[in-house]
């Protein structure tokens, strides 16, 4: 079909030509004797004569092959026949004074090379030489999507293979969006769409049933997949697919393999820019599921009671915390939104603000970073403050499966463009994750607002990371600064074998051990420490990661508490603070340090890159 589009197109602009000059005489039409093509059977390759190579040699003109099996418009062209049998070629050739025909040209091919459909590919496609396979979109009458969790997904223009690429991408625009279709039923009404029958019985054939499509109706032709460039090219048909973006797509008849398994296949078609009803929505592949019919009749619901996100082990006593009833929760600066799946598996798994894809924007911590959501599981009181400085006090209670409900309406604000942070519509926020590091401490909280409490099938999730001061520093407890002295400190890549960048404050088996910056009987005794500190002189190397976790590394006298406290991004210049809350009372200091993971191979000058410490608060 892209053959005989570009084709029609050709014709068209010729035909404007001529008509729109007054002066210009419609070129001569040529005779069919005079058209100059060759079909070649090449027995060299094939003792049945099953390659065959298509020339045009006839000047100025734009060929028109039709050879059964598939259609093509290019100058030199090689067939491939696996089936033994006759086949017709019909060549044309678009002239200055139109359209010529030459007399058909029928070949004989003598035996089968089944080497050229034998490929995994193609028997997941059909059943195998022999047999056929019939496809049917994975949604049905009932609203059912089966395997997938919607009829279609989204994904960018440079996305293809899955399997293949870097995780199937192969360019810039790499994205992805795959929505159930009960939260977005937008996509297209439930109903039986028809089929899909690709055949190997005898040649390659393809029926297929446009059941809500009268326009299309039924349609057979053939088909040819290119197991090389993963596409699938129909001939006189097209892929089935719905009426609602029916007029934003060019071409349904050239399409890419996205994946394709016994059971499965997603094929994706380009939607165009300003074409048809999706015009001013932009460039995107629209990538249809489909199903075997012989899985669909074979699928039994499973039978599970509701889906619940799966919280660790003793989660009451980690949101309360243990040297202090009250944390401070702020929006993470990297990755502060996303959408979830009911188990509580995020859907997107954006890690930093390059993730991001342009249809949702970058997350911009100036927007939001003045949010806070303090928490007291001693009184279980709750202060929201909004990136407007609006205060909102308040108590909540939290159920035993994770679900916060407040007794005053939870705040809503812009997050990013578009995505706001909100509760669902019962006022409610739900636990979705909870990490923790090494000794236990709180890492990290997904909050979720469920899309529609009637209809519940996603989240839209909230990623919150506990502030210095609120869950490292104390909440509302008074902390004392340790005095430090910042011509004694040490930084840089201190472990030559390690990647990592390290602010050496005290180290009893490092360089500060005979004249630390500190006093070290100021640290004594506490219960949780944050340092904030800053970085001067960061150039990135080009290609560089360009967002790199730092935490702090702490162990006292007797190592027992020690590990690393929350960590934070590092993404150039700029200060920074990290905490750590050891759940039980710090005595004394053997190790005190701040790492920076992965930082060292990135810098384009080590040397340049300085680091001070600006406070050292312990509580």
Not at 289 to 302: L, R, T
Not at 412 to 424: G, Q
Not at 536 to 564: C, F, H, I, K, R
């Amino acid at each position: 079909m892209k053959s005989t589009i570009k084709i029609f197109m050709l014709i068209g602009i010729l035909m404007t030509f001529f008509t729109c000059s007054d002066d210009y005489d419609l070129g001569r039409k040529l005779d069919p004797s005079e058209l100059d093509f060759a079909i070649i059977q090449d027995y060299s390759l094939d003792e049945g004569g099953n390659t065959v190579i298509l020339i045009n040699n006839t000047p100025e003109t734009v060929p028109v092959w039709d050879y059964g099996t598939g259609k093509s418009n290019r100058a030199i062209d090689t067939v491939r026949f696996a089936f033994a049998g006759d086949y017709t070629i019909k060549f044309s050739a678009v002239t200055a004074g139109g359209l010529v025909d030459a007399e058909p040209v029928t070949i004989s091919v003598t035996q089968d090379n089944l080497n050229y459909v034998n490929d995994p590919l193609w028997t997941a496609l059909t059943g195998g030489v022999g047999y056929s396979k019939t496809w049917l979109l994975d949604l049905d009458s009932d609203g059912v999507s089966k395997y997938f969790a919607g009829p279609m997904y989204f994904y960018g223009t440079d996305n293809g293979w899955l399997e293949g690429g870097d995780n199937g991408c192969y360019g810039d625009d790499c994205w992805n969006w795959n929505p159930d279709w009960a939260s977005n039923t937008w996509l297209m009404d439930a109903a039986d769409f028809g089929s899909m029958t690709f055949s190997l019985e005898g040649s390659p054939a393809v029926t297929v049933n446009h059941a809500t499509m009268p326009s299309y109706g039924d349609q057979n032709g053939t088909y040819y997949l290119d197991i090389n460039s993963y596409q699938l090219s129909f001939f006189d048909a097209v892929m089935l697919h719905n009426s609602n973006f029916d007029t934003c797509v060019l071409d349904w008849a050239n399409v890419r393999v996205m994946s394709l398994t016994e059971d499965t296949m997603q094929l994706g078609v380009l939607r165009g820019d300003h074409i048809g009803d999706c015009s001013g929505d932009g460039p995107a592949l629209l990538v249809y599921n489909f199903i075997s019919q012989e899985y669909s009749d074979n699928w039994v619901p499973e039978e599970t009671g509701p889906e619940e996100p799966t919280l660790p082990g003793g989660w009451e006593e980690i949101i309360s915390e243990i040297t202090t009833t009250a944390i401070e929760w702020k929006l993470s600066e990297s990755n502060p939104l996303d959408w979830a799946t009911l188990s509580g598996t995020m859907m997107n798994g954006w890690q930093s603000p390059e993730d991001y894809p342009d249809w949702l924007g970058t997350p911009d911590p100036a927007v939001y970073g003045d949010f806070s959501m303090t928490m007291d599981s001693e009184d279980n009181s709750v202060v929201f403050v909004t990136p407007d400085g609006t205060t909102t006090e308040g108590t909540y209670a939290v159920s035993s499966s994770g679900i916060y409900s407040f007794d005053v309406t939870v705040p809503s604000f812009t997050l990013i463009n578009w995505a706001s942070f909100a509760p669902d519509a019962n006022n409610e926020l739900r636990i979705l994750q909870i990490d923790t590091d090494a000794n236990g401490n709180i890492s990290d909280m997904w909050l979720g607002a469920v899309d529609d409490v009637n209809n519940p099938s996603q989240y839209t999730a909230f990623h919150l990371v506990p502030s210095a001061g609120g869950a490292g520093g104390g909440g509302d407890v008074e902390g004392t600064e340790v005095a430090f002295d910042n011509s004694k400190l040490l930084f840089g890549n201190l472990e030559d074998s390690n990647d990592k960048y390290r602010i050496e404050i005290y180290n009893e088996y490092g360089g500060t051990v005979a004249d630390p910056g500190l006093n070290t009987e100021d640290l004594a005794s506490f219960e949780s420490i944050d340092v904030t500190f800053t970085l001067s002189g960061v150039t990135l190397n080009e290609g560089a990661v360009g967002t790199y976790d730092a935490s702090m590394y702490y162990a006292d006298s007797d190592w027992n508490p020690q590990g690393n406290g929350n960590a934070v991004t590092v993404n150039g210049d700029g200060t920074y603070t990290v905490s750590f809350n050891p759940g039980s009372v710090v005595e004394g200091v053997v190790v005190f340090v701040i790492d920076i993971a992965g930082l060292v191979p990135d810098l384009a000058d080590l040397e340049a890159v300085t680091a001070t410490i600006d406070s050292i608060v312990i509580y």
